[in-house]
Structures are given as C-alpha cells and as structure tokens.
C-alpha cells in the first residue's frame, strides 16, 4: 500500500500508519497458539448446512424465528462440546414481539483476561417473494452461488464463526482468553438486542469486537481482490422536515401554501453543504484513494487532506460523489407526503430526510444546520426515531496484523485498509459503549454480486467456503494472546 500524500498527514497519524503497515509486512504466514487443522470437505458440508438451516429460519421482523435460528446454533454449538452454562439465549420482546440475543463464551485459560467480542446479526429484511426467481426461504444453487435472504447480509458471517467455534472445539485448541460470540436478533429495526448485548457481563469487558457484520472484500473486473477492516461508521439519522397550514378550498389559493413552503425548504436543504471532516480512519482511506484513482479526483483529494477548506478541490471532489461521501456528513431527500384531498388547500406536507453523519458530529448539531439553511420558522425540523453516535476505532497495528495474516492465508499479497462505512451495522452500538470495533471476515463477492436487502440476494459458493481457514487462523491468533 502506498501513500504517496504521508506529509500531508501530522506525525502521530504517520507514526500509527507505519505501525500498521509494518505489521502487516510480516503478515504472510498465521501465528497461532495451535497448528491450524486441514479444512476437509466434511467440514465445507458442515458449514453449508449451518448456513442454509440459517436462510431457511425466516428471521425477518414480525416472523417470531430469531429464537429458533439462535437455539439452532446453540444445538450444534453444545454438541460440538460447548457446555450449557456456556450458552445463553437472551430473549427480548419488542412491540409485541420475542427475539433474541446469543452469546457464547469459548471459556479460555485466563478468566482474568480481556475477551474479545464476536458480532453478527441473526434478523434480516423481509423479502417479497414475487419479485424473486427463486423462494427467498428456500436456499437455492445457481450458477455457483447459493440464493436466500439473508445468504449474504449476515447468515454467511455467523455461519462462519459458529462453524470455526465448532472445528477449533473438535481439534481441542484453548484459547488464552475467552472468545465470546455477540448474536443480535433486530440489528436491521432497531438494534435494542444490540445495546443489551453490550451490557452483558461477558461481552463488555471485551478488548475489541469483531464484527463479520462489516469484514470481507470485493474483486474487480481484473481479478483484483481489495479488503477492508471497517474501524468507523457513519451515524444514521432520519428528520422530518414538515409544513402545516390551515388549508382551504383550492378554488381561492392562498400565498401560504405547505406544499409550497416545504418545496422551498427542500431547495435550501438541497444547497446545504457540510463541512470536510478527517478522523484517523479516513486520512488514511483518503490518502489510499487519491493515489489510486489519480487525475482531477486524485488531487482534489489531496489538496483537501493539506486544506480540508479548499473550495475549488472540494468542487472537483462532488463531482464524484460515491467517493467523496467519506469526506462529509451528507442529507438527503428521501420520501414525501402532503395534501389530504385533489380539491383542497395542502394542510400538510413532509419530507424524510435521511442524514449519513460524520463521527464526532452531533446529531443535534446537524438538525440544527439543517434548520439554518431552511430559515423558515414555519417549517418544523424534527428527528424521527433515535440515533447512536459512535466514535472511531483506533488503529490497532497488532489486531490489524493478526487480520493480514488471516486474509492472506486465502488471499495472497493482499492489503487490508482499514475503512468507515456510510451503512449502520451493530459496531456502532459497541463503539458508543467503549468497545473498540472492527471489521473481520474474507467473503469477497463482485460489486453486485451480494444485493443485500434486494432481490435474488445470492453469495457465490467458492469465496464462501474459504471463511473456514480466515477465520480459523484469526481465532488461532488472536486468542492465542492475552491482556
């Protein structure tokens, strides 16, 4: 990995920038506290009929099933050997509801000694099953890939660690310190099971979390593979920008009209722009990505980490805006809704606006600039819903070293670079209770390849299956040291 812009970066972020890259260096063959076992085919069958139990348990919302995939995984955890005080399933009703929580503690030597948090989420986004070529709750084979909701978003991850808890159980490996399995049941409608999971004795004491929630990569046209560790996420917030009036018959218009008012609000809003903000994790994402895409990008992105306030740069980096949305907080329109009749005055009107923000950056803050823009007083800008705002994990050069080692048992000569996520995941939750999150997993998949939360979500079976030995040799790894 080269940086070609490191003396634009001040020397403390340059100095954790070596370490990591020196770590990963030396990041070609796994240490581990037990010699790794030969992934056989008996266990590529093992992991396959865990993951497709997992697709078959339709977890969505208002389905009832998160406790059933959680006692599923349980059943093959205890019979791996794992005992029952070992295992909790944590129920949780919400709006009339039960799901779950899972923990599993993979007891190590030194009880004394900080665990390390694994994460994933067992719930999915419902599907609609006519818009599907094949039944989303009936894993299917085709063309090298297995179709189901929730294949790819997050039944592969969790497969994955219940299937490498399974085989290091069965080769007798004793880690240092506990390895603790953090299953969530509503990561996609709310995360409650998330927060509780985070004040569970066993998982907060947690060094780190491992998230296979936001690990793994993707590959180009060309074959080349790229692997991130997601150490940042972007805060989630939706607003309500809403006009009322008292309305009238629409043979008298008024000069107030909600309709109106509010398509002038969502003007103002269109034209607000957000700061550029840098925190450890994107100074090195930005400076990776102006080498790698170069030309008029390249060095508008590097005129922005010397002058975060160069306007001419920032012009030339909106030009691009899947790139340069790790650069700022953004806000967008997303819905509307007004008038109650064809003939009458508008009453009401509303816009959703859903707001990517930027670590370190208050939520209040943001619906407060958002107002300013609009100047109205009568235009209402209100939060729906709650959000969680989540600091940024450290660069943590051993644990990134331990990730390389692991990645490049499958994968070769590939880089990890750690990255912030625009999406939600669980991380965000361990992250605002102290707990240091990253991203870990190998499942590379071409861009579209995955279509989480869409039609036909798929996951091709080869990348699949080489999560045995990634995960393998970072469990290995890590819980071979404690602290």
């Given at each position: 990995?080269?940086?070609?812009?490191?003396?634009?970066?001040?020397?403390?972020?340059?100095?954790?920038?070596?370490?990591?890259?020196?770590?990963?260096?030396?990041?070609?063959?796994?240490?581990?506290?037990?010699?790794?076992?030969?992934?056989?085919?008996?266990?590529?069958?093992?992991?396959?009929?865990?993951?497709?139990?997992?697709?078959?348990?339709?977890?969505?919302?208002?389905?009832?099933?998160?406790?059933?995939?959680?006692?599923?995984?349980?059943?093959?955890?205890?019979?791996?050997?794992?005992?029952?005080?070992?295992?909790?399933?944590?129920?949780?009703?919400?709006?009339?509801?039960?799901?779950?929580?899972?923990?599993?503690?993979y007891a190590g030597r030194?009880?004394?000694?900080?665990?390390?948090?694994?994460?994933?989420?067992?719930?999915?986004?419902?599907?609609?099953?006519?818009?599907?070529?094949?039944?989303?709750?009936?894993?299917?084979?085709?063309?090298?890939?297995?179709?189901?909701?929730?294949?790819?978003?997050?039944?592969?991850?969790?497969?994955?660690?219940?299937?490498?808890?399974?085989?290091?159980?069965?080769?007798?490996?004793?880690?240092?310190?506990?390895?603790?399995?953090?299953?969530?049941?509503?990561?996609?409608?709310?995360?409650?099971?998330?927060?509780?999971?985070?004040?569970?004795?066993?998982?907060?004491?947690?060094?780190?979390?491992?998230?296979?929630?936001?690990?793994?990569?993707?590959?180009?046209?060309?074959?080349?593979?790229?692997?991130?560790i997601q150490s940042a996420?972007?805060?989630?917030?939706?607003?309500?920008?809403?006009?009322?009036?008292?309305?009238?018959?629409?043979?008298?218009?008024?000069?107030?009209?909600?309709?109106?008012?509010?398509?002038?609000?969502?003007?103002?809003?269109?034209?607000?722009?957000?700061?550029?903000?840098?925190?450890?994790?994107?100074?090195?994402?930005?400076?990776?990505?102006?080498?790698?895409?170069?030309?008029?990008?390249?060095?508008?992105?590097?005129?922005?980490?010397?002058?975060?306030?160069?306007?001419?740069?920032?012009?030339?980096?909106?030009?691009?805006?899947?790139?340069?949305?790790?650069?700022?907080?953004?806000?967008?329109?997303?819905?509307?809704?007004?008038?109650?009749?064809?003939?009458?005055?508008?009453?009401?009107?509303?816009?959703?606006?859903?707001?990517?923000?930027?670590?370190?950056?208050?939520?209040?803050?943001?619906?407060?600039?958002?107002?300013?823009?609009?100047?109205?007083?009568?235009?209402?800008?209100?939060?729906?819903?709650?959000?969680?705002?989540?600091?940024?994990?450290?660069?943590?050069?051993?644990?990134?070293?331990?990730?390389?080692?692991?990645?490049?048992?499958?994968?070769?000569?590939?880089?990890?670079?750690?990255?912030?996520?625009?999406?939600?995941?669980?991380?965000?939750?361990?992250?605002?209770?102290?707990?240091?999150?990253?991203?870990?997993g190998n499942l590379v998949?071409?861009?579209?390849?995955?279509?989480?939360?869409?039609?036909?979500?798929?996951?091709?079976?080869?990348?699949?299956?080489?999560?045995?030995?990634?995960?393998?040799?970072?469990?290995?790894?890590?819980?071979?040291?404690?602290?």
């Open positions: 990995m080269k940086y070609g812009v490191s003396k634009l970066i001040n020397p403390v972020m340059r100095t954790a920038i070596g370490a990591f890259l020196l770590s990963s260096a030396f990041a070609v063959t796994p240490a581990s506290a037990a010699k790794a076992e030969p992934v056989t085919d008996a266990d590529r069958a093992m992991l396959r009929a865990i993951w497709e139990d997992a697709i078959r348990t339709p977890t969505a919302k208002g389905n009832g099933q998160v406790p059933k995939l959680a006692e599923m995984f349980a059943a093959r955890l205890r019979e791996a050997g794992f005992r029952d005080e070992d295992i909790q399933i944590l129920p949780l009703d919400i709006d009339g509801e039960t799901t779950a929580g899972l923990v599993v503690r030194d009880p004394k000694a900080k665990p390390i948090a694994l994460l994933g989420h067992m719930d999915v986004v419902d599907a609609v099953k006519e818009n599907w070529s094949t039944d989303p709750y009936v894993p299917t084979e085709k063309d090298g890939f297995i179709y189901g909701r929730g294949s790819s978003d997050n039944k592969a991850g969790i497969s994955a660690v219940v299937a490498a808890f399974i085989r290091l159980k069965r080769a007798g490996f004793v880690p240092a310190r506990d390895l603790v399995i953090a299953f969530s049941g509503d990561e996609e409608t709310g995360m409650k099971t998330t927060r509780m999971l985070t004040q569970h004795p066993l998982v907060s004491r947690a060094e780190y979390a491992l998230n296979a929630d936001a690990g793994g990569g993707s590959v180009d046209e060309n074959g080349k593979v790229s692997m991130s996420e972007k805060t989630y917030a939706d607003f309500a920008i809403s006009v009322t009036n008292p309305g009238g018959h629409s043979s008298a218009p008024m000069p107030s009209n909600a309709i109106y008012e509010l398509a002038h609000a969502l003007t103002k809003l269109q034209a607000l722009r957000f700061p550029v903000e840098f925190n450890e994790i994107t100074r090195i994402m930005v400076a990776d990505l102006a080498e790698e895409k170069g030309g008029e990008l390249g060095a508008a992105l590097k005129a922005l980490l010397a002058n975060p306030n160069d306007a001419a740069a920032r012009a030339v980096a909106e030009k691009y805006p899947r790139d340069a949305n790790l650069l700022w907080t953004t806000c967008v329109a997303t819905m509307l809704q007004g008038g109650n009749a064809p003939n009458a005055l508008p009453q009401n009107a509303t816009a959703t606006v859903n707001c990517r923000i930027m670590p370190g950056t208050r939520v209040a803050d943001v619906q407060q600039q958002i107002a300013q823009a609009i100047g109205n007083d009568k235009v209402q800008v209100t939060q729906v819903g709650d959000s969680r705002e989540s600091p940024v994990s450290p660069v943590n050069a051993p644990l990134f070293a331990s990730l390389q080692k692991a990645v490049r048992v499958t994968y070769p000569g590939v880089v990890m670079k750690p990255s912030m996520s625009s999406g939600g995941t669980d991380g965000r939750e361990f992250r605002s209770a102290g707990i240091p999150t990253y991203g870990a998949q071409k861009a579209g390849d995955g279509r989480a939360h869409g039609t036909d979500e798929r996951v091709p079976l080869e990348p699949f299956f080489k999560q045995l030995e990634f995960w393998d040799a970072l469990l290995r790894d890590v819980g071979g040291k404690a602290k």
